[in-house]
């Protein structure tokens, strides 16, 4: 039992490392040479668990080869467009001016139930809304409305706009993120100061975010309501 369980450890770490070093998209939605990676890491990664008289080497070497092998395949895909749509194919438009192309999606064999469904998915009911839809490479659908049924923009209401970054977590359950307070420019004891003002300490806090304005959210460990303070703009006290 201790074999199985020391086996299963090592490649669940080494497993969670291949996934990393192959790159994000491995954990959205994957290109086709990327899924075939994918099911065979797994389905090799199984074998030294289900039989303790495979060599864990046996399951790590295949492993780390189809990893290396997919970094490379993704290199040259960048450096060939050609090799690329061949292992990855093209996008392919499915809807042009509002007009269904009927041959790309027999080439696709997508039916008309398939084709709604996904504009469901992109929470389009009524196909006379949509001006253009493409099918990427992974297989989702890309959607653009027509002018006159997409929702009206600040530019088109000609109302202004500031553009900021979303706000960063900045206390989590008691804790100071670094990171996050240097890159919005602000100390501890800056923090500590507003806090204190609303009856807090670092401690009370749940959740605490801040935008690069000093707007703050704060959510203490008591259940009391939400509160949004202010904290002053760059503020660099040590």
């Not at 990676?37 to 864990?56: F, R, W």
């Amino acid at each position: 039992m201790c074999v199985v369980l020391i086996r299963s450890v090592m490649l669940y770490i080494l497993v969670i490392f291949a996934v990393r070093l192959m790159g994000k998209r491995q954990l959205g939605e994957l290109q086709p040479s990327e899924l075939v990676i994918t099911i065979l890491v797994s389905n090799i990664a199984t074998l030294p668990i289900e039989d303790v008289n495979i060599p864990v080497v046996v399951g790590v070497t295949p492993i780390l080869a189809l990893v290396c092998f997919e970094v490379i395949v993704s290199c040259l895909n960048l450096k060939f467009p050609k090799l690329r749509r061949l292992i990855s194919g093209s996008p392919k438009i499915v809807v042009r001016g509002g007009c269904i192309e009927r041959d790309i999606l027999r080439e696709l064999r997508f039916s008309a139930d398939d084709l709604l469904m996904a504009l469901r998915g992109k929470d389009i009911f009524d196909l006379s809304e949509v001006q253009y839809a493409i099918v990427e490479t992974t297989g989702s659908i890309s959607v653009m409305k027509k002018p006159t049924e997409a929702p009206p923009t600040r530019t088109d209401m000609k109302i202004a706009a500031d553009c900021s970054d979303p706000p960063v977590l900045i206390i989590s359950d008691g804790r100071l993120i670094c990171k996050a307070m240097e890159s919005l420019k602000l100390s501890r004891s800056t923090v500590e100061a507003e806090l204190k003002k609303n009856g807090l300490s670092i401690e009370d806090v749940f959740i605490m975010t801040a935008d690069d304005s000093g707007n703050c959210f704060v959510a203490d460990k008591q259940g009391s309501p939400p509160k949004k303070l202010r904290i002053g703009e760059n503020n660099d006290e040590s």
